[in-house]
């Protein structure tokens, strides 16, 4: 891993552009600012073009003899599918409103991390081969020629936004450069220049149904072991089931919440939440994976990864699906699984067996965000909850970039954090809610050779942290998406020491009394639950 500069040095950002015109200024691939290439093995499983080994920071990138007439056929394919991605490469003003907006030019200074220029990247050679106007006047009518390096540029760039829509949000025209680099990625991938963080993800989802390529046997152990895990902090034994058939709900989870910290502590959450409530669910060691990779690749890709989630839906007989904490998740089930793989008539509209509630807004997806699940519970006083358990917490919210702007998530989770813990302090408005910073690593960007531009990336959500913790003495960053919690934790360390991450269902959690449970002193982390320090200190002195 490349050495990350010290955050002092990486604070001093240079935002004066480079003395020659953009289409002369080279990309450098610089170690830390790049991710790696795709390695053959992880592109063979899925029949994807072009497997190598390659280093983008090679001369020679080892491109198919007829990579460019792919490129450009792949384009007009495009353009005649996707409206969208026509008229957004012909009615940008060069207004600027957005120029600013995006973490990875505010973190980096480069001005190819604006998002207007992000975009004219690929609008150069759209006016080179498809314009009329382009065609005549070439490079007076912005236009240019698809070459090599080019495409050098489109894989640094485009792997350098997180398709967060962040700057969608200030165009005045509705551009949404995210769906730009989708396209400027799935081209990519035509002619084999994916990164391999993404690549490894999908082959392993492709294979066992989860991006990290857990086997259903493990994915059961790993689960049953948190439950061991919950009976030692609070003297419940919960019992989850695996492929039931005949279960009311389906839940799905993303795999990062089985596998690493933080997010096992908002997978055990759901487990006690659950098992509070009585609910009727079950686990797919099939569909064992939420978030979707594809989304970063293909629109091809997505939809074959999502198809598992309905595909199990209908195998195991439930009514709906319920699903965890995630961001681009989100994005895929809420945007488009219905009509790409359903749509699912045979599942009914959510509607919670415990309070009644029909989630009319999932009519179409049939699957509910746990978000709205929980905030419904709580709203009908069906939880037992002691916020002062979250006491020792001093937390603020981050808006993860999908569930708030692809499905305006904004309420739920600040209600529920508001029912389990007494201490939470909202950012500054112009990085909440639908204006929030990327986490700095989305779209999966989370590799750890790009640690130096993930930093830069995820400087303005930091210092918008950071403001709390100085004002409010905030020591919790909440958030609902696996990324982030994967995220965030290295990106805290970096720039605001002393600020931990968590999900929200973690605070669930601690704050959940649940029936017939013992005397809890800790919490899911084996950390001092507040209030029972004196208790126990008080046992003592008897
Ligand atoms: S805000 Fe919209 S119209 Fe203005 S420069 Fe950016 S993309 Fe173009
Ligand atoms: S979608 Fe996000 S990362 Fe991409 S250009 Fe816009 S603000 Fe930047």
Redesign the pocket.
């Given at each position: 891993m490349a050495k990350v500069p010290k955050p002092d040095e990486l604070a001093q950002i240079e935002h004066r552009p480079p003395e020659s015109p953009w289409t002369e200024t080279p990309v450098e691939f610089r170690p830390g600012t790049y991710c790696y290439g795709a390695k053959p093995q992880n592109i063979e499983p899925v029949d994807m073009p072009n497997p190598r080994d390659w280093n983008p920071a090679d001369e020679d990138w080892k491109l198919p003899e007829n990579w460019k007439q792919t490129v450009l056929d792949g384009m007009k394919l495009r353009l005649n599918r996707f409206r969208s991605f026509k008229l957004f490469m012909d009615?940008?003003?060069?207004?600027?409103?957005?120029?600013d907006k995006c973490h990875y030019f505010i973190g980096s200074g480069d001005p190819k991390n604006m998002?207007?220029l992000r975009?004219e990247l690929m609008r150069s050679v759209y006016r080179n081969d498809f314009s009329t106007f382009g065609k005549m006047l070439k490079k007076y009518a912005g236009a240019r020629e698809l070459t090599e390096d080019v495409i050098k540029e489109w894989f640094y760039y485009y792997f350098q936004c997180t398709e967060c829509r962040r700057?969608s949000v200030?165009?005045?025209?509705g551009?949404d450069?995210a769906e730009i680099t989708i396209i400027g990625r799935e081209l990519l991938n035509e002619i084999g220049c994916q990164i391999d963080w993404i690549a490894g993800a999908v082959a392993n989802c492709y294979r066992t149904g989860n991006h990290l390529g857990i086997q259903p046997h493990a994915f059961r152990d790993m689960i049953e072991f948190f439950v061991d895990e919950i009976e030692e902090v609070t003297g419940v034994r919960v019992e989850p089931t695996f492929n039931r058939k005949g279960a009311e709900i389906l839940f799905i989870t993303p795999s990062g919440d089985v596998f690493a910290d933080p997010g096992t502590y908002t997978l055990m959450g759901y487990m006690m939440l659950f098992h509070e409530i009585g609910l009727d669910y079950t686990w797919s060691t099939y569909a064992s994976e939420g978030g979707n990779f594809g989304l970063f690749t293909s629109h091809e890709m997505m939809k074959r990864l999502n198809a598992k989630m309905y595909a199990e839906a209908k195998r195991l007989g439930v009514k709906w699906i319920l699903g965890g904490e995630c961001g681009h998740m989100w994005r895929v089930i809420n945007q488009y699984m219905d009509t790409m793989n359903g749509p699912a008539d045979f599942l009914e509209v959510p509607k919670s067996p415990i309070t009644g509630t029909v989630f009319e807004n999932a009519r179409s997806t049939k699957m509910t965000h746990i978000v709205e699940f929980t905030a419904d519970l709580i709203r009908h006083g069906k939880l037992n909850l002691d916020p002062s358990r979250n006491d020792n917490k001093i937390v603020t919210f981050h808006d993860s970039c999908n569930p708030a702007r692809a499905m305006g998530i904004l309420e739920e989770p600040r209600y529920i954090l508001r029912n389990v813990c007494n201490h939470f302090y909202e950012m500054p408005e112009n990085t909440i809610r639908e204006r929030t910073f990327c986490c700095g690593a989305g779209t999966g960007l989370n590799t750890d050779e790009y640690m130096e531009m993930r930093m830069r990336g995820g400087l303005p959500r930091a210092n918008a942290v950071k403001y709390v913790h100085d004002k409010f003495g905030v020591n919790m960053l909440a958030n609902i998406c696996a990324i982030d919690r994967a995220v965030f934790p290295p990106l805290m360390d970096y720039w605001v020491p002393g600020v931990d991450v968590t999900g929200i269902h973690e605070l669930v959690a601690n704050a959940l009394i649940m029936k017939g449970e013992k005397k809890r002193t800790t919490d899911l982390r084996y950390e001092p639950l507040p209030g029972m320090e004196e208790e126990e200190e008080e046992e003592e002195d008897v």
């Open positions: 009615i940008c003003v060069r207004c600027g409103a957005c120029a998002p207007v975009a700057c200030f165009c005045p025209y551009i450069t």
